[in-house]
């Protein structure tokens, strides 16, 4: 079975612009998170999709913003970049089918997409 | 909000030897998992091992155990028989949902020969 892929794998932006990563889960899994990682605020949680809605996003300003479709894959937003948005972005599937336990079920990831912003 | 704390930065094991990675975690839910995943130089996330709250049994996995104590809030990894493949960064979750999982900051385990 294909793991989660992502692309781009590395990107180069300036500042101002928008980019717009990609990330196809597991087949089967229906959710889809997304993290952002980097060295001083380590692994962030940025958003998490389920059958195309967003059950939950974490501390992150609108500029950062998700999709899902209908074959569960997901895409990410960044409006306006600035320089701090320079990180690696991680993107994991999970069979997670309900919100709540008492079953809880890992996340796969990708190898995610680093983010240069100059 | 949940917060996980892995209060090792680093950690330096010999081969072949057992090494313990500290995690406590602060949450007001009754049910939820917790995880631990390697991070090599590569980048990408490898999951270990999964403890859900009500599982009265530590997990194991191969070389992974998971120390769990429910009462201290603490879900520490130990990693039996260290290789030098081991060397990698290592993160402790937890969600309380399925759709909301956090990370501890990370320890750095180096193996040494």
């Known amino acids: 079975k294909a793991g989660v892929t992502q692309t781009p794998r590395y990107l180069i932006k300036t500042r101002g612009q928008q980019v717009t990563l990609s990330c196809s889960p597991i087949s089967g899994h229906r959710s889809v998170s997304w993290y952002q990682q980097t060295p001083g605020q380590g692994l962030q949680f940025l958003f998490e999709?389920?059958?195309?809605?967003?059950?939950n996003k974490g501390n992150f300003p609108g500029r950062f913003s998700g999709r899902q479709f209908s074959n569960s894959r997901s895409e990410m937003n960044v409006s306006t970049l600035e320089l701090g948005d320079s990180a690696l972005y991680l993107c994991?599937?999970?069979?997670?089918?309900?919100?709540?336990?008492?079953?809880?079920?890992?996340?796969?990831f990708g190898p995610g997409t680093r983010l240069t912003v100059t | 909000a949940q917060k996980i704390t892995q209060t090792q930065p680093g950690m330096f094991v010999q081969e072949k030897e057992a090494v313990t990675l500290d995690c406590t975690y602060d949450?007001?839910?009754?049910?939820?998992?917790l995880f631990w995943y390697k991070q090599p130089s590569s980048g990408e996330m490898i999951f270990l091992i999964y403890q859900g709250s009500y599982d009265e049994q530590n997990a194991t996995e191969g070389r992974y155990s998971l120390n769990f104590q429910k009462a201290r809030k603490s879900a520490n990894l130990v990693i039996s028989a260290s290789q030098l493949g081991d060397s990698a960064m290592y993160f402790c979750a937890m969600t309380p949902n399925n759709n909301d999982m956090r990370f501890g900051a990370g320890t750095r385990l180096t193996v040494k020969p």
């Open positions: 949450t007001s839910d009754q049910s939820y998992g």
């Open positions: 994991a599937s999970s069979l997670s089918i309900v919100s709540g336990g008492p079953s809880f079920h890992e996340q796969y």
């Open positions: 999709y389920f059958s195309e809605t967003q059950r």
